[in-house]
C-alpha cells in the first residue's frame, strides 16, 4: 500500500513569513494529492489539491507543487496570518483509490 | 447544509463495553469512511463503502465493524471496548471515487475506553 511521510512535525513562523511543508509518497502510479487543514476540534477540512498532469497550483496565499519523479510534493504557504495556525496533512490515494493514506500531520503555529 | 454529522461528541465506556458510533451524510455520496486520529499518527483507515451494501477493510479495522445498509448511513461499532481504542473517530463521504472527489469530514467523536 501507499506509504506517506510528512515533515517537518511542527512548525512555528513570524506573521508574515513563509511556510512549507513536505511529503514524501512510495507508490508512483498514485495521481491525486489532497492537503487538509484541521482547526482545534474540528474535522480536517480540503484547502487544496493536486493531479499528476500538473506540477503546481495556487490558490491565493496557498500552493502545492509536485515533483512525481522524486515523489514527493509540497505545501506553501505565503503572507502567513495567525488563522492559518492548525495542523495539516497531505495524504494521497491507496487501495486502488478506494482510500487515502495521511501523513502524520505538521502544526503550523504563527506568531503575532 | 449538514454535510456529515457524527454522534456522539464525546463518549466514555468501560472495558468490554459495546456502542455504536453514528455517522449521517445529507450530500448523497456514494463513499464513505471511518478514521481515527492518534497523536503523531495521523489518520488511519478504520474501514470504508464505496455504496450502499458494500463495505471493506482499511487499515485498522480489528475490534470494529461496519454495515451500510443506505446511502446517507455508515455507524461504526464497537464489539468489545478496549484501552487501545481511546481515540478520535472521524466519518469522511465523497461524491465518488477519491481521484476526483475530495474527502468531507465530520467533527469526530472522542472515545476514551476505561
Known amino acids: 500500500g501507499e506509504n506517506v511521510e510528512q515533515h517537518p512535525s511542527t512548525l512555528s513562523v513570524q506573521e508574515g513569513d513563509s511556510a512549507v511543508i513536505k511529503c514524501t509518497y512510495s507508490?508512483?502510479?498514485?495521481?491525486?494529492f489532497p492537503w487538509y487543514k484541521q482547526e482545534l476540534g474540528k474535522g480536517p477540512q480540503l484547502i487544496i489539491d493536486?493531479?499528476?498532469?500538473?506540477g503546481e497550483k495556487k490558490d491565493q496565499r496557498i500552493a502545492v507543487t509536485l515533483n512525481k519523479t522524486a515523489k514527493h510534493f509540497s505545501l506553501h504557504i505565503t503572507e502567513t496570518q495567525p488563522e492559518d495556525s492548525a495542523v495539516y496533512f497531505c495524504?494521497?490515494?491507496?487501495?486502488?483509490?478506494?482510500?487515502?493514506?495521511f501523513g502524520s500531520g505538521t502544526r503550523l503555529q504563527v506568531q503575532p | 447544509n449538514a454535510g456529515v454529522t457524527q454522534t456522539p461528541k464525546f463518549q466514555v465506556l468501560k472495558t468490554g463495553q459495546s456502542m455504536t458510533l453514528q455517522c449521517a451524510q445529507d450530500?448523497?455520496?456514494?463513499?464513505m469512511s471511518w478514521y481515527r486520529q492518534d497523536p503523531g499518527m495521523g489518520l488511519r483507515l478504520i474501514h470504508y463503502?464505496?455504496?450502499?451494501?458494500?463495505?471493506d477493510q482499511g487499515e485498522v479495522p480489528n475490534g470494529y465493524n461496519v454495515s451500510r445498509s443506505t446511502t446517507e448511513d455508515f455507524p461504526l461499532r464497537l464489539l468489545s471496548a478496549a484501552p487501545s481504542q481511546t481515540s478520535v473517530y472521524f466519518c469522511?463521504?465523497?461524491?465518488?471515487?477519491?481521484?476526483?472527489?475530495?474527502?468531507?469530514f465530520g467533527n469526530g467523536t472522542r472515545l476514551t475506553v476505561t
Open positions: 493536486i493531479r499528476s498532469n500538473v
Open positions: 463503502s464505496v455504496g450502499a451494501g458494500i463495505t
Open positions: 495524504a494521497a490515494p491507496t487501495r486502488g483509490r478506494r482510500a487515502l493514506t
Open positions: 469522511a463521504s465523497s461524491r465518488n471515487t477519491l481521484g476526483n472527489s475530495p474527502l468531507h
Open positions: 507508490d508512483s502510479a498514485s495521481n491525486y
Open positions: 450530500m448523497n455520496h456514494e463513499y
